[in-house]
Structure formats: structure tokens, C-alpha cells
């Protein structure tokens, strides 16, 4: 039951005019914006929600030469702030302070399959009136382009997503230490929570809090909530610290499960230490041992056939790749018997798991969370990630046989003033939407083709309000470019066909480039093509404005295609699925 306490804050919605206020208001969809709890919130099943955050000047207090970064650093570790509060001069800081973000509020946007608003929900948070210290609230960090991915539940029931316990306008939270996990070697002294959460078709939320992701953040999660289970899964980056890491920031990194609260978040136990589902390490394939902790830096997450797939593409640790996880057993030596070296594909036995991996202590220091459940999806890049020219993100299967990998591209941004580009990021050729195809006779995955057109990759784009020329501080272009894709979602078409909506990723000359105005794209790609089809080109639906970054794209809480489809044609008479039935043809 959802209690009047996850529920949040009851009443009458707001205006964007109220966020203008405080500086930075002006929204890209300009529509009422509703607070958690109100009776008349109810998200369309088929409709897209959108995460975006909305940086908020009046809530940061940084002062130009006289803040010390991070927030309660030790003598001798601290830095002094080069820039004071205002958007996005701010994030010139992170050239003193390699740990520095400024936690936002959450808006949730429902949108029509063609983009049009169809209305906004906040997530509750310390800039609400009616919300303390005691009541339920959330928020992301600006600037971290990896949080905030939204995924359907298996039942579809609601979306998960992931954040932190703590006040808007806060410095460093991205990179704070957990409550119960705490690195001493941490340049950023503070401690907060991390947080699940889950929003209904009501726009009612539910907060589960945990001590996984210490000195990193916490980026996606995706709810089991299928035949009774009621656990999430969990994908993030732990350790913000020296080297070796501490055992609890190596069992709080990676693949994490958690069961559900149904209490508010003041009035939960303490969610005690991490509990992991999955680890993987690079000496499984045969690669001379990394950073302990870190092989596991996951991003994007997905569950398609009873199998967890992750990816990871960022950090000079592990393998950029496409992982999935298998319980389906080991052999004598600990090995997965799906790959025993490493790499393999899902066993047909393979099983959601609903309880954490049961690991060697002993171990952690050396071989870290063991045994290794997790192996490298076959045909997926397994070089080491000091090598790597991948860098995959978000995921989606269309069926069994094809998979979209969104590739965010490697963020160099190399900038020619000749040609007013970034020029890097145009030579790429694999950043985009990847299409990977299964090959029955081998076994093996292999990528079609990347689909590109569109997204001008390299070429600056103008946001209104946003600094125009140089900025001084790096020397280059304060105008972004898409870089790649992160977050994605899809469904397939009557025609046989699949769209898919992806968040981009941008390169730029501004002082954090998650920091950036970014955009919200879709294209349609034929299914059955395994080389590039001619006339697919993306097409933007939404760039984010000044102060705004979007985050996480899927369908909306009650959503089920597969189910709709089995419905017979008499449900397009339904009033909840006559929008579906019209935009679907």
C-alpha cells in the first residue's frame, strides 16, 4: 500500500513560471507543473516519460575565491573556488575540484509519441514548501550525465530511477561516501544516502535508500516487481578514494539488488551494507588485474528474456562492453558454466536472481566480489577499457535477435575554428545507435551497422540564453555538439519497423560537458536491415534549455505492448489505449 508518506506532498500544482523565478525556470516544455501527490496526476499508458533536472542558482551558495572545495575538506585538500553560483560559469569548478556537482530537483515530463507535452511531475524535494528534513524527497547531481535512466518495471507497473537523500543546492554529493560505507581517503567528507525509487500511473513514489555507491552515484535501476518479487536491481560506480579500496566500497560498486521499502525514507532501518548481484573481472578474460572495484563501473541496464544486461563505457578499469549475469551455475574452479572464459551468451536455464551473490570475504581485496557471475556478451568488445574505442550506454532488445547499444562516443572535444567543429567527435563511427544482430550458426553477436544520420556529431548547436564565443577558462567553444546517444528506449511497429528514442551526449568547451543542453531524439529503423538502410536520419524532439539537462527516456508507468498486442482489436474502442492504437498505425 502507498502510505500518505511516500506519497509525498499533497497539493495544487505549480506553474514554470515559479522556477523562472529562481533564475532558471524557463522549462523546455513550458507546461504546469504538478508536485507529487495530487489527485489529478495520471500518466497515459504508451506515452514516453522524460527525466530532466533544472539547475536552480538561488539554491548554490559559491562564493569566487573565497569557497573551499570540497565542502569540508581537510587542510592541505582543499581548493578555492575560481567562479561563484551562476549556471554554467559554475561548473568552470570542476577545474579545482575533480569532484564537484551541485545536486537539482527531478522533473518528470509525459510526452506524446510525437513529442508534445502532455504534462510535467516533480519529483519532491528540499525546494517544496511542505518538505523537511523528515519527509520523503530526492534529488540528482547537475552535471552527472550517468544518472537518472528510467526503466519500466517487469510487471510495468511503475518506472525506477535513481538519486540521492539529500537538499537541493548541495556540493559534492555525487562523490560523497555513504552513511555506513566510508572511505577515509575520500577528498569529500559527506555522507548521504542513495536512493531507488518508483512512480506509479498516480504519480504516486515510493523511496528505498541504500549504502551502495559510496563516492560514486547510483544510475540506473530497474523493479522486479513480477509474480510476488519485489527487488530492484540496481546499476552504479562506488570509490571516490585512494587505492586499495575499502571492502565495503568494493561490495557497494556494480550490479547491486535490494528489496522494496514500503515505509517513508524517515522512517526506514538502516539499509546496512550493500548486497551485490553480480561482479565481473577482467582476469576472467585472460587480463592482468585492474583496480579492484572498479571492473564493475556499470551504466546502462536492461532485463529482456529473464537475464540482467549491463554495459559499462567510461573509466580506464575493466572493459567498455555489453555484460549479462548467469546463475545457472559453475564448474569446480568458480567459473560461470556460461562462460568459462569470460565470454558466452545466456543460458536457457538462466534465472532472474532475488537474492544478493553470497561472496568470499576473504577475497575482496584481491579478486574483489567473488564468485564471477557476470560474463562478456560473445561478439562484444573484450579489450581492456585503457584501449578502448567503445563506449556503450544505454540498451534495448527489439526481439531476441537484434539489439540497439547507444554509444555515447569519447568525448574529446577537439575544436577547429576553420571548420566550426568539433572535430573529433565528427571522424567517430561507431558513436550513435548501434545495431547488433545474432548469428545462430556462431553463436555470436555482430554489429549490422551504426546508425548516425542526424545527429551532426561535431557541429555546435545554439541554445538560447546559453554563453555565446569562448570560454575562458578551457579555451574553447561554450556551444555543445552531440557527441553519441546515452539513454534509450524502443518499441516495435506494425510495419515492421522499430523506433527508438535516445537522450545525446555532447562535447563542449564548457567546464563539465554533463553540464550541457542536450536533446531527446528518435528514428525508425527497419528491423530486417542488417546494412545501413538509405533515408534513416534521427530527428530531434526536445532540446533541453538554459539550465536544463535531459537524462532517462522510456514509456510511461502501465505501459505493456506485448500485452496490448494480445488484446484483441477491440481495446483500440478502450479509451486508455485509443492514443496507442491511432500512433502505433
Not at 562478456?376 to 531476441?400: C, H, M
Request: hydrophobic share 35%.
Amino acid at each position: 500500500m502507498i502510505t500518505e508518506g511516500t506519497r509525498s506532498l499533497a497539493g495544487r500544482s505549480r506553474l514554470i513560471s515559479r522556477l523562472a523565478a529562481a533564475l532558471l525556470a524557463s522549462t523546455a516544455l513550458g507546461s504546469t507543473l504538478a508536485r507529487a501527490g495530487e489527485n489529478d496526476v495520471h500518466f497515459q499508458p504508451g506515452h514516453l516519460l522524460l527525466s530532466r533536472t533544472v539547475y536552480d542558482n538561488n539554491a548554490v551558495s559559491i562564493t569566487a575565491g573565497t569557497t573551499q572545495l570540497p565542502p569540508n575538506c581537510t587542510p592541505g585538500n582543499c581548493a578555492t573556488a575560481n567562479v561563484g553560483s551562476t549556471y554554467p560559469q559554475v561548473f568552470n569548478n570542476d577545474q579545482v575540484d575533480g569532484s564537484f556537482g551541485v545536486t537539482a530537483r527531478i522533473i518528470l515530463d509525459e510526452l506524446k509519441l510525437d513529442g508534445n507535452l502532455a504534462q510535467s511531475l516533480e519529483v519532491p524535494n528540499s525546494g517544496d514548501r511542505d518538505v523537511t528534513t523528515s519527509r520523503d524527497q530526492m534529488v540528482t547531481s547537475f552535471s552527472s550525465k550517468s544518472e537518472m535512466a528510467l526503466n519500466l518495471s517487469l510487471d510495468h507497473r511503475t518506472v525506477s530511477f535513481m538519486g540521492y537523500l539529500a537538499p537541493i543546492g548541495a556540493i559534492d554529493v555525487s562523490n560523497s561516501n555513504t552513511p555506513d560505507v566510508v572511505d577515509p581517503t575520500n577528498p569529500v567528507s559527506s555522507s548521504y544516502f542513495r536512493v531507488a525509487a518508483t512512480v506509479d500511473e498516480n504519480g504516486h513514489f515510493r523511496f528505498t535508500k541504500t549504502n551502495a555507491y559510496s563516492g560514486n552515484n547510483g544510475r540506473a535501476a530497474i523493479l522486479n516487481d513480477a509474480n510476488g518479487v519485489d527487488v530492484f536491481y540496481t546499476t552504479g560506480n562506488a570509490g571516490n578514494g585512494a587505492n586499495p579500496q575499502p571492502n565495503g566500497i568494493i561490495v557497494g560498486a556494480g550490479a547491486q539488488i535490494m528489496t522494496g521499502a514500503h515505509a517513508p525514507l524517515a522512517q526506514q532501518p538502516d539499509p546496512g551494507l550493500p548486497t551485490p548481484v553480480g561482479s565481473f573481472n577482467v582476469t576472467q578474460l585472460g587480463l592482468k588485474a585492474d583496480k579492484i572495484g572498479k571492473d564493475t563501473n556499470f551504466r546502462g541496464l536492461t532485463v529482456f528474456n529473464n537475464v540482467i544486461y549491463m554495459t559499462k563505457g567510461s573509466g580506464s578499469n575493466g572493459v567498455n562492453t555489453v555484460y549479462f549475469i548467469d546463475n545457472s551455475g559453475f564448474d569446480a574452479n568458480g567459473k560461470t558454466l556460461a562462460c568459462p572464459t569470460g565470454v558466452g551468451v545466456p543460458s536457457p536455464s538462466a534465472k532472474l536472481p532475488t537474492t544478493p551473490i553470497v561472496y568470499d570475504a576473504s577475497k575482496l581485496q584481491t579478486l574483489g566480489v567473488t564468485p564471477d557471475n557476470m560474463c562478456v556478451l560473445k561478439g562484444f568488445p573484450t579489450n581492456s577499457a585503457k584501449t578502448a574505442t567503445a563506449f556503450p550506454f544505454g540498451i534495448w532488445f527489439a526481439d531476441p535477435k537484434t539489439l540497439y547499444v547507444a554509444d555515447e562516443g569519447d568525448g574529446t572535444a577537439t575544436y577547429s575554428t576553420a571548420s566550426n567543429t568539433y572535430t573529433a567527435a565528427a571522424a567517430q563511427t561507431t558513436a550513435g545507435l548501434q545495431k547488433w544482430v545474432f548469428n545462430d550458426t556462431t553463436g555470436t553477436w555482430t554489429l549490422a551497422y551504426t546508425l548516425q544520420a542526424g545527429l551532426q556529431l561535431g557541429v555546435p548547436y545554439t541554445v538560447q540564453g546559453y554563453p555565446a564565443g569562448t570560454n575562458a577558462v578551457t579555451g574553447l567553444p561554450w556551444s555543445p555538439a552531440n557527441d553519441g546517444l546515452r539513454n534509450i528506449t524502443g518499441r516495435l511497429n506494425r510495419d515492421g519497423t522499430a523506433t527508438i528514442w535516445a537522450i545525446t551526449s555532447t562535447v563542449s568547451g564548457s567546464g563539465d560537458q554533463g553540464a550541457d543542453p542536450n536533446k531527446l531524439v528518435m528514428i525508425t529503423d527497419k528491423l530486417a536491415a542488417t546494412a545501413l538502410p538509405a533515408g534513416e536520419s534521427f530527428a530531434t524532439m526536445r532540446t533541453a534549455r538554459f539550465g536544463e539537462a535531459l537524462r532517462g527516456i522510456s514509456f510511461t508507468p502501465g505501459t505493456d505492448f506485448d500485452r496490448d498486442d494480445r488484446a484483441d482489436a477491440g481495446s483500440c474502442g478502450d479509451s486508455r489505449h485509443r492514443d496507442d492504437c491511432r500512433e502505433a498505425d
